[in-house]
Every structure is written in C-alpha cells, then in structure tokens.
C-alpha cells in the first residue's frame, strides 16, 4: 500500500486513493488485529517485548497492516504502539481510535514515528449500541463519523472507518454512513460484524448492498472484521470477499474477545487453495504461518486446540489406515495442502550441548527471534542448562526458553527448592521454598488431590492468596523421553481477574510450579501497573 505519513499537513487524498484502489484489484489486504483485538481475549494479555516480537514476526509473514493497540486504553498500550511504530518498516501501523479528539490525538502521537501510518476510527451505528451505549440520535452519530473522520485526516494520510456493530444496523443508516465517512476522507470502511450475529449470505448481501448503494463506495477499500461467536467468522469474511470486501480484519490463531476474530491462516490457506472460487490473492508468506502460530500461542498462553485448521498439531496427521494407505499411494488423495507450504514439519535437530553462543543466536534469528544482548546472554545459559540435560535441542525447545526470557514480568515469587513425598496409602505431600523479592526465603508445605495440586496448595499459603484453578494443559515440546515439559495455566485471582502463566522444564512438577509462579507473578505486576496507570 502507498506510504501514508502521519504529518502535520492534510495531504492529497484522491490520486494516492485511486491508485492503491487500482493496486489492490484482486489483492485482498491482510489487516491482522492480533496485538490489539487479539490480545483482548481473556486472558491473553502482552508485554511490549512480546508485543514487538510478535509485531516483528507479523512483518515477516508479510501482513499488510498491523493494527498495534487502542493507545488511549492505557499507558502499555501506547508505548507497544509507538515502539512497533519505530521498529516495523514493511507493513502500516495501525492504531485504533473512538471517534473523540483526545483518543485521535493520542493515536497520532503514539504513531508518530511509523514509517506508514494508519489511524482506525470506530463509531457505533446500531440502534441498540446508540441508544444505550451512547445515548444518541442517528443524525448526530452521523455528524461525529465525519466530524472526526475529517479530524483524523487533518494528521494522517490513512484513516479507516468502522460503524462498530454494523451487522445489527439499520442498513439505509449504515449506507449513510458509509457515504458520508467516505466524503469525509476514510480511504478503507470496515464492516465489523461485532457481536458474530451474522451468516455468510446475508453478510455477502450486506457487503454487496453497501458496494451497490453507497455512491461514493468506489473510492474506498471495502473491509470485514467478523466476530467467531457462531463460528463463521472466517465464512462471513470469505463471503463477504465474494461480494466486494478487499480488505480483511483477522488474527492469528483466531484470537478475539469471547470466541475470537477469524483465523488469518484459515483465509490465507482457503484463497489460496480456492484460487478457483475465490480469483484473488495476498501478500502472506504461507510458509511463515506455522512458525507465527506457535510465537503467538507462546506468548499468549493460550494453546491452540490440536483439530484447529491449518496450525492444529493434528492438522495435517492421519491416522486412518485407510487413508495412510491412500497419502502413501499419491499424496492429493487426502491432503489439499501440503504441510510445509504453511511451514510445519520443519522441526529439526538443531543444536545440543557443544553448540556455541554464534550457532545458538544464527538458529533463534532463522526462527525469527532477535534478543537484545543482555536476554541473549541469560537464553543462551538456559540453553546450556537445557542441553546439559537434554541430549537434543529442538526449535520448539529453543521458541520455549526464548519466550521464558521474553517474559519481563519481575519475578516476586521465585523457585528455589520443591519436594514432593508420596507413597501408596497416602496424599502427596509437597513442600516448596520461595524467594520474596530477592530477599526473604519462605517454605510451606501442603498436601494435595495429587503432586501439582499439593504445591499449589503450599504456594498459596506463602503468598496468602486465593486463587482458583481454570485451566491447567499439558504438552511436550518435542518428542522423546527427555522432551521439555510445557504447562499452560489459567488463573483468576480472589478480584476475579484472570491471568495465564507458562512454565517449561524438563520436569513436569517443575514445569506445573513454574506456571503458577509465572501466572501469579504476571498478576501482581498488572495490579501493579494499573494502580501506577489510575494515578
Ligand atoms: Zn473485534
């Protein structure tokens, strides 16, 4: 897409418009909202080092925009928007605004240094978010839309528009709208279907009602931004390409609010395996789509289920004799895509105990990972930990301890020591040993249902707190015996906010403990954070 700077002067619009226009004719424009939507599923939240890391593997993958954050929301928000904004050079960085002056302002500034620039204004059209939510009359939402539409532009080249909720609007209303953002200067119009309400043919015939009706609709990229709640979310959005849209909202691994936003793997893999249907391509290297999925799942702790498509561990696996039969014969009897067009199977052994710091820091840059020095040095010696009990050091194996370092949650609870008594005819019994902020010790012991349950038993009577158990999963990283442990948890504390931990070792107790540490540490810093941000 044209370069669009955030600058002082309004720019020409209309030229630059119509030649992007022309540009993307049957290119569909990848729009991936997983650092600002995505990380609004529960659960889900990021520090900017693995904001940026993600931003930086977006990049890659070859996304066209990167919506970064909402800068007003918070102080964290806006810092993760300027500094992907410094460091992402290919695609636009976007940042999401309410139609407001204060939150366009403070999108600008967090923008400032981006290379290409995109504010997103949202405004919502329902009669049921403007009665309730906003409390006001059709003609003054409308008058807002392009009143601060115009205000955007007075900054930036690039301003998107979403009426939020525009599945549930009046559709007379919402062409209005549409038309009159338009005038006002919105290059790209999103049609978010918010609450995923919607079904694929009446989400097609809305698109296409839009592109008909709306006068003006041709001097703008049309574009959807589903909502998974029925599941359809990547259906809707692949009809409503059929009917016009050109540019689609979506993130990685779906995530979202509630049931998530539609996959970017799933329509990047259905356009360009359906190139029969669909006529129309993107930018995305597919090749770099396993290798995202996993940095994001890391990152979030939120685990991709094993049927997912596309990057779902079972994804490309059969098991049938029948069809193992039939894959062995010729492959395209029961395989549409191949595995490593989308970059899986590609773990390898890489590295073991007699690798040097060189070799480790060239393997994490092909996987797309750049440490600062200091990160770099404390990966590289839980490298050497690992290798020393791990004969063989896999990909997966490096992604873990670089996530673990990425992690810059202070450690206020650390692990010193674990034990774990058990026997035939009674409850294990677990006593733990924690260091509090570098200075006391504290030890406690507990029983428990089993091992992992009686040490979180005991970490809770160290840190006095009552925390409930929602999730708890795990998974080795890697085949064999000596496979690292990964365990992925889920915590809500006694306030009712909820927070995922990971840990990684290659005991799976230790790995259990770490996780609970790590979710119960990443609470106090955002309960610390949020008390500094209401200050
Ligand atoms: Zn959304």
């Known amino acids: 897409m044209n370069a669009s700077h955030v600058s002082e002067f309004i720019p020409s619009p209309d030229e630059v418009g119509a030649r992007d226009l022309m540009k993307f004719m049957k290119h569909i424009v990848i729009f991936d909202t997983t650092l600002r939507d995505g990380e609004q599923s529960p659960g889900a939240s990021l520090d900017i080092k693995a904001k940026i890391e993600i931003a930086k593997q977006l990049e890659r993958l070859g996304v066209d925009v990167i919506e970064a954050g909402f800068p007003i929301a918070s ?141 003006n609709s041709n001097k703008a990229i049309l574009s959807v931004h589903c909502h998974n709640d029925l599941g359809l979310a990547v259906s809707n959005s692949l009809s409503a390409i059929k009917n016009g849209a050109k540019q689609i909202e979506c993130t990685i691994n779906g995530l979202g609010e509630r049931a998530g936003n539609a996959s970017l793997e799933e329509i990047v893999m259905a356009l360009n395996t359906r190139k029969d249907i669909f006529n129309c391509g993107t930018s995305i290297k597919t090749e770099e789509i396993y290798k995202t999925s996993r940095l994001v799942s890391k990152l979030t702790g939120i685990v991709v289920q094993p049927n997912k498509a596309i990057v779902g561990r079972n994804a490309f696996s059969h098991e049938a004799g029948v069809h193992q039969d039939g894959i062995l014969k010729k492959r395209t009897t029961y395989e549409i895509m191949k595995p490593e067009d989308v970059g899986v199977g590609g773990t390898q052994l890489v590295l073991g105990k007699h690798s040097g710091k060189h070799a480790f820091q060239e393997r994490l840059k092909k996987l797309g990972v750049e440490l600062e020095k200091n990160d770099l040095i404390s990966a590289f010696q839980r490298f050497k930990d690992l290798a020393d009990k791990k004969k063989e050091v896999f990909d997966e194996d490096l992604l873990a301890i670089v996530e673990e370092e990425l992690e810059s949650v202070p450690e206020t609870y650390k692990l010193e020591y674990f034990n774990i008594k058990r026997g035939k005819n009674f409850q294990p019994k677990a006593t733990i040993k924690l260091l509090v902020e570098d200075n006391k010790d504290i030890e406690e012991s507990s029983d428990g249902d089993g091992p992992v349950d009686a040490c979180y038993k005991a970490i809770d009577r160290i840190t006095n707190r009552k925390v409930k158990l929602l999730d708890y999963s795990l998974k080795s990283t890697t085949g064999g015996k000596d496979a690292l442990g990964e365990v992925s948890i889920r915590i809500k504390s006694e306030f009712g906010n909820e927070v995922s931990g990971r840990g990684t070792s290659t005991d799976i107790i230790e790995a259990s403990v770490k996780a609970y540490l790590n979710a119960v540490n990443k609470f106090l810093f955002t309960k610390e954070r949020k008390a500094k941000a209401e200050l």
Do not use: W
């Open 75 to 215: 102080k964290g928000d806006f810092m993760a928007v300027h500094n992907i904004a410094s460091v992402v050079k290919g695609p636009i960085v976007c940042g999401l605004a309410r139609a407001r002056k204060e939150d366009i302002d403070e999108c600008r500034q967090a923008l400032r240094p981006a290379k290409q620039a995109r504010v997103h204004v949202f405004l919502a059209t329902s009669e049921i978010h403007m009665k309730y939510k906003l409390k006001k009359a059709e003609e003054e939402i409308l008058k807002q839309a392009e009143e601060f539409v115009k205000y955007a532009r007075r900054f930036c080249d690039d301003v998107e528009f979403s009426p939020e909720d525009a599945s549930r609007s009046d559709i007379d209303f919402l062409c209005r709208v549409v038309e009159a953002v338009i005038y006002a200067g919105a290059k790209t119009v999103n049609i978010p279907d918010t609450v995923g309400y919607a079904t694929p043919i009446e989400f097609g015939s809305l698109i296409k009602t839009i592109k008909t009706k709306v006068s």
